[in-house]
């Protein structure tokens, strides 16, 4: 599928928007793992979608499927901390979806899948270690907390009591953010790696009806034009909606 030449065809569009769609809303169910992770570390099944959309379609569906995800929990959920958090999701999905699906838009082999799984898990969580040290935590500090660590420490504090303000980062970094995110990468990319093939297929199958060979231009371009103007809609709403919820509703 990703090896299409026409990036704006029917099927691609309708995969994005519903890869899209099932990203969100399972990153809209996020649970907290308080038994081992603060609790404002909430975890999602929603990289699993992300990761079999962007083998199946390409790393420029998979940045798109991204802004889908982010665009439906800014409806559904609103945003707490000024779109510091999307910003920071925005970082990290890319990170995960742009080379991983270069390399295995390269190489579309076993070896290749592997490959692709590793590297875009590695650089997700250098990403996600990146925004939370540079981001998120100081975006909290100064502006949420008004310069002070102590709430940050109190949430800490049940799992790590020897944490103080100096050393917060050595535990907040690297015993907190970076295991939860090899666990998240993990677990999404056995799962892509095991069901990949079985929805490639039924995408295949969708293409087949969506753009049937031997279909004359004028019917082809057309199905296009509707499965592209029903993504652009779908888009535009949801960034009305997000700002309307922002700008009138939490106001």
């Known amino acids: 599928m990703s090896n299409d030449r026409s990036f704006f065809n029917p099927t691609r569009i309708v995969m994005?928007?519903?890869f899209g769609a099932l990203t969100g809303l399972l990153h809209i169910a996020k649970f907290p793992l308080s038994f081992a992770f603060p609790g404002f570390l909430e975890f999602d099944f929603s990289d699993i979608p992300l990761f079999i959309g962007t083998f199946a379609l390409g790393p420029l569906s998979g940045c798109l499927i991204v802004v889908v995800k982010i665009l439906i929990k800014l409806v559904c959920l609103g945003t707490a901390n000024m779109f510091v958090g999307e910003l920071a999701n925005l970082l990290i999905g890319w990170a995960f979806v742009i080379p991983a699906g270069l390399l295995y838009r390269r190489f579309r082999t076993l070896k290749g899948a592997v490959l692709s799984l590793v590297a875009g898990s590695v650089c997700s969580v250098v990403a996600a270690i990146f925004a939370n040290r540079f981001l998120l935590i100081p975006f909290y500090v100064e502006i949420m907390f008004g310069g002070s660590f102590q709430p940050l420490l109190g949430m800490m504090k049940p799992l790590f009591?020897?944490?103080?303000?100096?050393?917060?980062?050595?535990?907040?970094?690297w015993v907190s953010v970076l295991p939860f995110n090899v666990l998240r990468c993990l677990i999404a990319s056995l799962l892509c790696f095991f069901v990949y093939k079985h929805v490639?297929?039924?995408?295949?199958?969708?293409?087949?009806?969506?753009?049937?060979?031997?279909?004359?231009?004028?019917?082809?371009?057309?199905?296009t034009a509707i499965a592209f103007s029903a993504l652009a809609l779908f888009i535009a709403l949801l960034v009305l909606f997000a700002l309307l919820r922002y700008f009138v509703f939490e106001s």
Do not use: V
């Open 161 to 173: 009591p020897a944490i103080t303000e100096a050393n917060f980062y050595s535990f907040y970094l």
């Open 200 to 223: 490639s297929r039924l995408i295949n199958r969708l293409s087949e009806k969506l753009s049937p060979q031997g279909a004359q231009d004028g019917a082809a371009k057309k199905r």
């Open 16 to 18: 994005i928007a519903l």
